[in-house]
């Protein structure tokens, strides 16, 4: 079945580092690809997402691009900021329209100053 | 609209209790889904709404596991005999139908339900 890999965590970096977080995914047909993020104490938010192959999403500084060769979505930014700090959720829909989303098991992410 | 909301917050129930969440959804969106989270994992689909039609139901959703949507709006989630093993967080999250409009918002999320069951 379908299926959603994230990297393990906690990721520890400090302010002003290069973030990447990585995920891969396992579908058939052309899933929609998504990343939310889940900041303490609040619900998952939608950061960003890409619906086809090298599509690139970005949101707030963060970027991710669609590889379908490398079946990949890595989550990227630049310049992290102690407000980042959160967990990060890779998740792709299926090409069926459902709407389900399959989720990976999260990276948490800890900026420190 | 102030979002997708769930009532209880917490829930803190005996072993054998039954229990009943309540998502109301964002008014406009007539997709209804409930997850459950458990610690450091992510969101497992269980089953979604649309508009008062149950269309889809994960293994993961047992015969203790009810779900309803009456009229359409609002959603309850009811777990009859409660287990230690359904302990975890009870996520509900709508959209609207469409294709277009799903992939260009995705879902709004409520903050959950915490479900322990001691």
């Known amino acids: 079945g379908d299926s959603v890999t994230q990297m393990e965590g906690p990721v520890t970096l400090s302010e002003e580092a290069f973030l990447t977080i990585n995920c891969t995914y396992t579908?058939?047909?052309?899933?929609?690809l998504f990343w939310y993020v889940q900041y303490p104490g609040e619900g998952l938010q939608l950061l960003l997402k890409?619906?086809?192959?090298?599509d690139k999403g970005s949101n707030k500084g963060f970027e991710a691009t669609y590889r379908k060769e490398t079946t990949s979505f890595h989550l990227e930014k630049g310049s992290v900021q102690v407000s980042d700090s959160a967990v990060y959720f890779c998740?792709?829909?299926?090409?069926?329209?459902?709407?389900?989303?399959?989720f990976g098991q999260g990276t948490t992410l800890q900026v420190k100053p | 609209d102030t979002g997708v909301s769930q009532d209880p917050r917490h829930k803190i129930t005996k072993r054998g209790q039954n229990v009943t969440f309540r998502c109301d959804p964002i008014?406009?969106?007539?997709?209804l889904y409930w997850y459950r989270q458990t610690l450091g994992q992510g969101p497992e689909f269980l089953t979604y709404f649309q508009n008062e039609a149950q269309l889809e139901k994960s293994r993961l959703l047992s015969d203790r596991f009810s779900a309803e949507r009456p009229k359409g709006s609002f959603s309850t989630l009811e777990i009859q005999r409660t287990e230690q093993g359904d302990s975890a967080m009870y996520l509900c999250?709508?959209?609207?139908?469409?294709?277009?409009?799903?992939?260009?918002?995705?879902?709004?999320f409520g903050s959950g339900t915490r479900l322990t069951v001691v």
């Open positions: 008014s406009e969106h007539n997709r």
């Open positions: 998740a792709l829909s299926a090409a069926s329209n459902t709407g389900k989303l399959i």
């Open positions: 890409a619906t086809k192959a090298d």
């Open positions: 999250a709508s959209s609207l139908a469409s294709g277009a409009a799903f992939l260009r918002g995705g879902y709004t």
């Open positions: 579908a058939t047909g052309y899933p929609s």
